[in-house]
């Protein structure tokens, strides 16, 4: 009985050693979350002025002729989030592949577009005064504009555009021929 006592006694003792001590709980790390990058943002609202290269159509309907000119624009753009609006003044001049006149036209435009970071695709209507200037033609009437365009920016300041418009007007300056002209420009516009 004794004996069975010493064990007894020294199972008791010898019980943690035997399981190892004291056990130490180490906390798992928690897991990292990767967050998705914010979408890239770009605010199109300001005030810019630019220079435009324009190759196009213009005609009255019979006799077309292919045109060449140069523009300058200024026009301030109001980022509303998804949707851009604005208004755009500009002068653009040329001259008829077919004919010894020459053109020149003031337009005044409104502005819509989709804000999509550093792209803007957009839409416009307006107003021109177009001018048909030649030894033996001076006519001149407000005519219709439309079209669409897209803006890409290159870095905050500056801007490449490309623009298809149209300019129409039928009995054109009361000569009874329709007026129409299409362009395409290249334009380049600085931001401040």
Excluded: C
């Excluded at 943690?16 to 990058?37: D, F, H, K, W």
């Excluded at 301030?76 to 592949?97: C, M, N, Q, S």
Aim: net charge negative; charged share 20%; no cysteine.
């Amino acid at each position: 009985m004794k004996r069975s006592v010493i064990i007894a006694a020294a199972a008791s003792l010898g019980g943690p050693l035997y399981a190892g001590g004291p056990v130490t709980v180490i906390a798992e790390p928690a897991p990292v979350v990767v967050s998705a990058p914010a979408p890239v943002t770009y605010d199109w609202t300001g005030f810019y002025v630019g220079l435009s290269a324009i190759s196009g159509t213009a005609g009255e309907g019979i006799d077309e002729s292919d045109t060449q000119g140069f523009g300058a624009q200024v026009g301030y753009l109001r980022d509303l989030g998804t949707f851009v609006i604005g208004g755009e003044l500009a002068y653009a001049k040329g001259d008829f592949d077919e004919f010894v006149e020459e053109w020149d036209s003031t337009r005044l435009k409104l502005i819509g577009g989709y804000d999509a970071g550093r792209f803007l695709p957009y839409g416009f209507i307006g107003l021109s005064q177009y001018s048909v200037n030649g030894p033996m033609t001076d006519l001149s009437d407000t005519v219709t504009i439309y079209g669409l365009g897209a803006k890409l920016a290159i870095s905050p300041r500056i801007v490449a555009g490309l623009e298809y418009l149209v300019e129409n007007k039928d009995g054109f300056d009361g000569s009874g021929m329709d007026a129409e002209n299409r362009e395409i420009s290249l334009r380049i516009d600085f931001r401040f």
